[in-house]
């Protein structure tokens, strides 16, 4: 089975401070993700990597970043927290395939708070 | 700019019957489509995907149909049990060429309630 796993579930931050968000997989998946998900908005893509020491922004990466040192592991970092990035961030990975389909693989979230 | 919409934030179902969600894209650069289920507190899990070549894939209780001239696809799921009771989100995304970074375009999604 595919595991991709979120370190931290539930986080409290104050506003301002650095947030390091931390995503492991274990099946040498070429691709990874950083959605957010909020009510009403669906899920949105914050940044992606098809390989190490590549990242693209998605559609939100404002006050985001990100990194990518190694295959599995893909970090998401709030450089300065602030009371909007309050929601459930979702890591993901799939393959590479050049083929039609690709199905993702979601890890269980992660519950940050930022007051 | 919303490319892939669910225009019905919940839909709810009696137990047994028939559930139909509904998903509207507007790129017609995909080729791909895929349905996942989440509950609280938990990530999303892939439930069934359909390819453009195809307009129906059935996997047990769930099929889901494409229209492609209407740019148009739905997940039924018959019949509807309780533990299907979950946001289900609706993805699509281009599969062919250079395009392909896998990246997923997500809809807002559907709570489904289906009741005892």
């Known amino acids: 089975d595919v595991k991709v796993t979120q370190s931290s579930r539930y986080l409290v931050k104050r506003t301002g401070e650095k947030v390091f968000l931390e995503c492991v997989q274990d099946?040498?998946?070429?691709?990874m993700f950083w959605y957010r998900q909020d009510p009403g908005l669906g899920l949105r893509l914050i940044y992606f990597?098809?390989?190490?020491?590549?990242?693209e922004k998605g559609d939100i990466p404002e006050g985001y970043s990100v990194s990518r040192e190694k295959k599995e592991r893909f970090s998401l970092i709030l450089e300065s927290a602030s009371t909007n990035q309050t929601s459930m961030y979702l890591c993901?990975?799939?393959?590479?395939?050049?083929?039609?389909?690709?199905?993702?693989?979601f890890g269980e979230g992660s519950w940050l708070t930022v007051v | 700019d919303q490319q892939v919409k669910q225009n019905s934030p919940s839909l709810s179902v009696q137990e047994g019957r028939i559930s139909i969600l509904n998903c509207d894209y507007t790129?017609?650069?995909?080729?791909?489509f895929l349905w996942y289920k989440k509950y609280p507190a938990e990530g999303p899990t892939f439930l069934i995907s359909?390819?453009?070549?195809?307009d129906k894939n059935e996997d047990g209780r769930f099929t889901v149909f494409l229209n492609k001239s209407a740019k148009h696809l739905s997940l039924h799921i018959v019949p509807s049990q309780p533990g299907d009771s979950a946001v289900y989100f609706c993805?699509?995304?281009?599969?062919?060429?250079?395009?392909?970074?896998?990246?997923?375009?997500f809809g807002q999604g559907t709570t489904l309630q289906v009741k005892p």
């Open positions: 993901a990975s799939s393959f590479w395939t050049g083929a039609p389909g690709n199905t993702i693989y």
């Open positions: 099946m040498d998946h070429e691709n």
């Open positions: 990597s098809y390989d190490v020491k590549m990242k």
């Open positions: 790129n017609s650069m995909f080729d791909y």
């Open positions: 359909i390819s453009s070549i195809k």
């Open positions: 993805a699509a995304t281009p599969a062919h060429g250079s395009s392909n970074t896998g990246k997923l375009i």
